[in-house]
């Protein structure tokens, strides 16, 4: 209830429609599988750019956070990266990989948790109100991209199991093949979900 009484956190947009009783666990849940279907296509979407080819995950799942907050936020990634487990093929790269455990246990394994991390902080500024200031929320998404490249930067260095049998590809090489190719497209993107959540935000303020 505080959530929806304070001025100073008004609590991220979606969050702040939800109905109260009952009816909030249904919408909810709704509102996640829908997130997941969002999450999957926007895996499978790949936009010519330089240096390489863009997915819109990253938009993706920075615009539900900031749409949904941090609590459903996460809960969607978490049952996007569940359905992954489960085999079903919602991944970049599924197919021709195939879904299921051992998919995190490639290259891409500590991006998706990375994901989780994301969602988290840029729930939690839009559930404080930030999605109103492009600036806030542009520097929570950067910070949310940044953590997110980390624990891919880290998995994919040290931990990944590759297809050649090793565990990594060290420091160096992770960086420049795994996150360098991707920092320009995803400071796009994390622009362009900033410009959405304010254009959001203030048109809800508009209609109210």
């Known amino acids: 209830m505080a959530m929806k009484s304070s001025g100073?956190?008004?609590?991220?947009?979606?969050?702040?429609?939800?109905?109260?009783?009952a009816m909030r666990l249904v919408v909810s849940v709704l509102l996640i599988l829908a997130g997941t279907a969002v999450l999957a296509i926007a895996a499978k979407i790949k936009v010519p750019f330089f240096p390489v080819p863009?997915?819109?995950?990253?938009?993706?799942?920075?615009?539900?956070?900031s749409a949904f907050?941090?609590?459903?936020?996460?809960?969607?990634v978490l049952a996007y990266l569940a359905e992954g487990m489960l085999g079903?093929?919602?991944?970049?790269?599924?197919?021709?990989?195939?879904?299921?455990?051992?998919?995190?246990?490639?290259?891409?394994?500590?991006?998706?948790?990375?994901?989780?991390?994301?969602?988290a902080i840029v729930g939690a500024a839009a559930d404080r109100g930030w999605a109103a200031s492009?600036?806030?929320?542009?520097?929570?998404?950067?910070?949310?991209?940044?953590?997110?490249?980390?624990?891919?930067?880290?998995?994919?260095?040290?931990?990944?199991?590759?297809?050649?049998?090793?565990?990594?590809l060290g420091l160096a090489t992770a960086f420049s093949a795994g996150v360098m190719p991707?920092?320009?497209?995803?400071?796009?993107?994390?622009?362009?979900?900033?410009?959405?959540?304010?254009?959001?935000t203030s048109g809800s303020r508009r209609v109210r």
Request: glycine share 14%; charged share 5%.
């Open 8 to 21: 100073a956190h008004p609590g991220a947009l979606v969050t702040r429609a939800l109905p109260d009783g």
């Open 134 to 168: 492009w600036p806030k929320m542009f520097g929570a998404m950067l910070a949310g991209e940044v953590v997110m490249m980390a624990l891919g930067l880290v998995w994919l260095a040290w931990f990944a199991s590759l297809s050649s049998g090793a565990s990594g």
């Open 69 to 76: 907050g941090a609590r459903l936020g996460v809960l969607t």
């Open 182 to 200: 991707f920092i320009l497209g995803d400071l796009l993107k994390i622009a362009l979900a900033a410009l959405f959540a304010l254009a959001l």
């Open 88 to 119: 079903l093929p919602v991944f970049t790269n599924t197919p021709p990989l195939l879904a299921g455990p051992a998919y995190f246990m490639g290259p891409t394994g500590g991006f998706l948790a990375g994901f989780v991390a994301m969602a």
């Open 54 to 65: 863009m997915t819109l995950q990253t938009l993706a799942v920075v615009g539900l956070a």
